[in-house]
């Protein structure tokens, strides 16, 4: 790792004034930024790191009237434990304990890890080797190259000339974003209230709508029948230390009026599977109706040689999910 | 044959060989942290080194400006490759033929290349080799080795890797069988990038002429890499001339068990090479130093500070084992008797210098364990830039399944059971024309077949009640021992107690606990009695290897200790003659030995006491049965091995595998039902180490047949999984149990009659066949999901 400046930050102020000045980064739990630091991936090396782990009254979990309360920089192994947690969205703890490995979730936060940067091997490849859209280049190698875990719906636009538009299909595989969807979090920021739909993805460079210097503070989740009535499937190649090559959470209120589907692993962003929502809406599960729903789920897929195996992926475990709801 | 040899080969009783939950020796230091790596230390006034790294695939590097780096505060040096100083240094016994120790042309992404940055820290080293400002020249590359068939491909290599040389008549045995051939004088000769090369045995027309159908099948084997559990590193730094050791001397910390090596590098007597530490991560077969546990001498003597150069994870995935893509046609009788074989492979040959054994070897591909002696095996090697492949013997039990794959796919044609298949195709104990039975090979089967309650059926055609797909396989292999090399071992009495020197371990395995509980066997001791000194001056080493070794290297520590053992019963008979007891000038009456009269035959050594063979109750403890020092030594080679010998020609330990799946069509997914080992080595000796290994072999097996995969960018040739997120080595919630039921049939020719372990249950394909047996559907590995559902047509 190269040498840079690491600042505690004391207040979210002064982790935000930091961060507006350029050339600096956020750590949190370290879980997604270290490794990338380490293998030098950026095409410009931060000078200064800003700890916001020395910020106070950032890692918290609590009930809140009719919401449960998440702070920035609690940890997985916290939000997996919590009893709280467990007792009113327990598929977000089912996701928190299955991300990375016992050892990481005791340091990486709920907050690092909505944050994440994509798994896109070129974008991840050590010492910036491919210079692609997400870091400002011109392309993105997956198109041509190697994109078995890349998306299926599509991509990122970016523009190399005025008017001339390409994809980047780098996909979000983070564990909590699918859950945070089907219920309906609120992603709070030193600056806004963010919706569930608007927090992910706005672009090839930035993988979350936070702006330069904005920091995400808590994470909230309405206590509603969605948060009882849900299910998480991972499905990873590996049992432990993987990311989930599609993961998938759907969720139902008491009358069965409305479904949510997300699925992980399959678009730049956490994909709502509307359609086979509206042919779920006010309906009751039988096996004819899982199946159908799976197939409306991966309609509109366009997958590419190497990841059709995805949309076979979303029919079987949208339906097997469904059933098990 | 049993060790009839040796001495006590057939006893019967043992009290310490073969006990389970003997604690390594090195165990608790490994576990707790406190062991030193090569990477742990730190010396006062120490610099770092890091060595640039081609971000292509094959490359030249043309110029390098070094001078903004050399700006960089705390930048003390950077080193390139034609300085004169690298004149200095003899290259690398290990290294193949290089114009340089280093090379200004990278054959792959991630080869050292050109310049080492020297700093006062590791990041001030990545700092540097950022700002140096290098000149590539890219050249063409091949990550494809079906590609690289085209005759119209430029070479990539270049006229130092000239191979005119290796065509010729192969070595042979002392028993007159070609061994680890590269070209054959009727091979054709080299064309651009492609290599041929065909070894034929017997009459291949009558082989045909006998078989009433031609089955065809492919085995692939993708390449896989041996990811070392610490990185390679080393660190060195020199001292004066003392009254004491004349000349300068080295110390260098991390190149372990390589001091002989490092002496020839640098041009000085062994005597003068320190290196103390003992620790080294495990690896599997995994021979050669690496660049960075080589240079940090060199650049200690040019800069005047001790060194450390330290590999990160991505420079240490090298591959131990080269893709091989073999179609095999095996001419067949209507009741499933082979009597023809022809492998048509294509292999990777690697970058240049990698090891050829691990390419060329045709010895351990099982086809030697078949009657039908009508073998021709067909390579086409391709030059290729997917990376360096060191000395790594992993190939060896992955390349057996070539033959077991063609006994699963046979049972499937004829409706047979595959354990039928293989009993009528193995030959018999002495050689392919012996039609009886190998003994060992039938209790591992009758074994196997009871405790997986084994009832085969024909693939596809068995549902469990889940509704997944269920398969089963059966393997079998010859339980290996080599024998290539001769062994030492040194036992001392001294202070009234036995000690073993040795070097230490060599790949971070147990070998060192192995021979000591041999030599506490015949010794009449318990392990914990024998003192274990680890001394890097010793001339033992467990060099030998994993079980394959140790089995003939324990061989000579027990002929070594029965030489001891002589010594001290002479020395306790001489010892308890005495009558007196004498101080200088001064003698003092002493009491009478309980052992007084005895001669050396008529005593033992029993629980630690030296004891009359006629009268238990008359002993005196070993510490004070004398108070000489006494040495034994014993080498030479142990006796030979049938697998090193005659690669299967002749068959003495046997081991059976069995594997049940169970696949979801839907998802593609694989679960390990049920792994089963039946392994007959011989003789257990250290029956931790035995199980681990057995462990390692499903974790290996496992890993390369459903986890991973090397992937490299077609476009560029860039490793795009060279870490340990995105290359998936099992993890232990992945790995599930293995049973284990051990036979001892003591026919192995090893200490005891053992043979070894590893080079036997590891392999490539047993649960790929068990997939084809659960879904009709044959899927190369890794078979992971999406090429399982991509087989079974649901993509």
């Known amino acids: 790792m190269r040498p840079f400046n690491h600042i505690n930050a004391e207040t979210l102020d002064e982790a935000s004034a930091a961060l507006k000045k350029g050339g600096t980064v956020a750590l949190a739990g370290g879980g997604d930024l270290l490794p990338a630091l380490k293998d030098d991936i950026f095409r410009t090396y931060p000078n200064t790191v800003i700890n916001l782990k020395s910020v106070p009254d950032l890692n918290y979990i609590r009930i809140d009237g009719d919401t449960l309360k998440i702070g920035a920089l609690t940890t997985l192994a916290d939000v997996a434990r919590s009893p709280l947690v467990q007792e009113s969205a327990p598929i977000l703890a089912q996701a928190a304990r299955s991300a990375s490995s016992p050892s990481l979730r005791e340091t990486t936060t709920i907050g690092g890890n909505v944050c994440q940067l994509p798994r896109c091997w070129y974008f991840r490849k050590l010492n910036n080797r491919f210079d692609c859209a997400r870091k400002g280049g011109d392309r993105c190698f997956a198109l041509t190259g190697d994109n078995r875990y890349h998306s299926i719906f599509g991509g990122e636009t970016f523009e190399t000339a005025p008017g001339v538009t390409r994809l980047c299909i780098a996909v979000n595989q983070g564990d909590l974003a699918p859950v945070l969807t089907v219920l309906i979090a609120k992603f709070v920021t030193t600056e806004r209230v963010i919706g569930n739909l608007d927090f992910f993805g706005v672009g090839v460079l930035r993988s979350t709508t936070l702006g330069c210097g904005e920091l995400l503070t808590e994470i909230q989740i309405p206590l509603s029948d969605f948060a009882k009535n849900a299910r998480y499937k991972r499905f990873a190649f590996r049992k432990s230390i993987d990311f989930p090559v599609l993961n998938l959470a759907v969720a139902v209120n008491a009358d069965k009026s409305r479904y949510h589907i997300c699925i992980g692993g399959v678009a730049p962003v956490p994909y709502i599977a509307l359609k086979a929502e509206e042919l779920l809406n006010g309906k009751a599960i039988t096996p004819e109706l899982a199946e159908a729903a799976g197939i409306a789920a991966a309609e509109g897929a366009k997958p590419y040689e190497a990841n059709a195996y995805k949309v076979q992926l979303i029919k079987t475990l949208v339906k097997r999910e469904l059933l098990a709801l | ?795």
């Open chain 2, 1 to 795: 044959m049993p060790d009839y040899l040796g001495a006590n080969g057939l006893r019967e009783n043992f009290r310490v060989v073969g006990k389970p939950n003997i604690p390594g020796l090195t165990s608790y230091a490994m576990a707790t942290g406190v062991a030193k790596f090569g990477s742990d230390y730190v010396m006062p006034d120490m610099l770092h080194a890091k060595i640039l790294r081609s971000p292509y695939a094959h490359a030249k590097v043309l110029s390098i400006d070094t001078s903004a780096a050399l700006a960089i505060p705390g930048v003390v040096d950077v080193v390139l490759w034609d300085d004169p100083f690298f004149e200095n240094m003899q290259l690398s016994p290990m290294g193949g033929k290089k114009s340089s120790y280093l090379m200004p042309e990278a054959h792959s992404e991630g080869d050292e290349i050109g310049a080492i940055v020297v700093a006062e820290s590791e990041g001030l080293c990545d700092e540097g080799l950022k700002a140096l400002k290098v000149e590539w020249e890219e050249l063409p590359f091949i990550v494809d080795v079906r590609k690289g068939l085209d005759p119209e491909f430029p070479p990539i290599r270049g006229p130092l890797y000239d191979e005119s040389g290796t065509y010729g008549p192969p070595a042979l045995t002392d028993e007159g069988l070609p061994w680890m051939a590269v070209h054959f004088p009727e091979d054709p000769r080299k064309v651009g990038n492609v290599g041929w090369s065909t070894k034929t045995e017997g009459d291949m027309d009558a082989g045909w002429a006998q078989a009433d159908f031609i089955l065809e099948y492919d085995v692939n084997i993708h390449d896989v890499v041996s990811m070392l559990p610490n990185p390679e590193a080393s660190v060195a730094w020199w001292s004066e001339p003392n009254p004491y050791k004349p000349g300068k001397t080295l110390r260098i910390e991390g190149a372990v068990s390589r001091r002989g090596m490092i002496a020839n590098m640098y041009k000085l007597p062994e005597d003068n090479v320190i290196q103390e530490g003992v620790f080294q991560g495990g690896k599997y077969c995994d021979w050669g130093l690496r660049m960075a546990q080589e240079i940090t001498p060199l650049l200690s003597l040019k800069l005047g500070r001790p060194v450390r150069c330290c590999n990160s994870r991505a420079d240490n995935f090298d591959l131990c084992v080269n893709e091989r893509f073999a179609h095999i046609r095996l001419g067949v009788t209507k009741d499933g008797l082979i009597t023809a074989a022809e492998d048509n492979s294509l292999l990777d040959h690697g970058t240049p210098n990698s090891s050829e054994m691990t390419v060329y070897d045709r010895d351990w591909n099982g086809y030697y364990s078949l009657k039908c002696e009508n073998i021709s095996q067909r390579y086409t090697v391709v030059d290729s830039n997917r990376g360096y492949m060191h000395t790594c013997g992993q190939f060896v039990p992955y390349s057996w399944d070539m033959v077991t794959v063609g006994i699963a796919i046979l049972a499937e044609k004829l409706g047979k059971d595959p354990t039928e298949i293989a009993r009528l195709n193995l030959h018999g104990p002495d050689s392919q024309r012996d039609t009886r039975p190998v003994p060992s090979f039938e209790a591992c089967l009758e074994t196997g077949r009871k405790l997986m309650n084994w009832e085969w059926h024909p693939a596809g055609t068995k549902r469990l009640p889940d509704g997944r797909l269920h398969g089963g396989s059966f393997r079998y292999q010859m339980c290996p021992r080599h024998a290539f090399m001769a062994y030492f071992c040194k036992l001392e009495y001294r202070g009234g107690a036995v000690h073993f020197p040795t070097q230490g371990p060599i790949a971070g395995w147990f070998g060192t606990e192995c021979f000591t509980m041999i030599a506490a066997e015949e010794l009449g001791l318990e392990f914990d009695d024998i003192v274990v000194d680890y001394d890097y001056r010793a001339q033992h080493t467990d060099e030998a290897g994993g079980s394959d070794g140790v089995t003939g290297h324990g061989w000579i520590v027990k002929e070594c200790a029965n030489i001891l053992k002589r010594k001290i019963l002479e020395a306790a008979a001489e010892e308890a003659a005495k009558t007196v007891t004498r101080f200088g000038p001064m003698s003092f009456p002493r009491p009478d030995s309980p052992l007084k009269g005895f001669s050396a035959d008529e005593l033992d050594i029993v629980d630690g006491n030296v004891v009359a063979k006629s009268d238990p109750s008359k002993f005196v403890p070993l510490s004070q049965a004398s108070g000489e020092t006494l040495t034994a030594n014993y080498g030479g080679n142990s006796p030979k091995s049938a697998w090193a010998t005659y690669f299967g020609r002749k068959l003495d330990t046997m081991s059976t595998s069995w594997c049940e799946v169970a696949v979801d069509e839907e998802t593609g997914e694989t679960e390990i039902l049920k792994y089963l080992v039946v392994p007959d080595p011989g003789k257990v000796i250290r029956r931790t180490s035995f199980e681990s290994q057995i462990d390692q072999v499903i974790f290996f097996s496992q890993g390369a047949q459903l986890m991973e995969e090397y992937v490299m960018d077609p476009e560029t040739g860039v490793r795009l999984n060279a870490n340990m997120i995105d290359y998936r080595k099992p993890t232990t919630l992945d790995v599930p149990i293995v049973d284990k039921e051990i036979l001892e049939l003591r026919s192995g020719d090893g200490a005891y009659g053992a043979s070894g372990i590893a080079h036997n249950l590891a392999n490539s394909h047993l649960i790929i066949t068990a997939m084809y047996n659960a879904t009709g559907v044959w899927i190369d590995p890794p078979a992971t999901p999406d090429r399982v559902l991509k087989a079974l047509g649901k993509c």
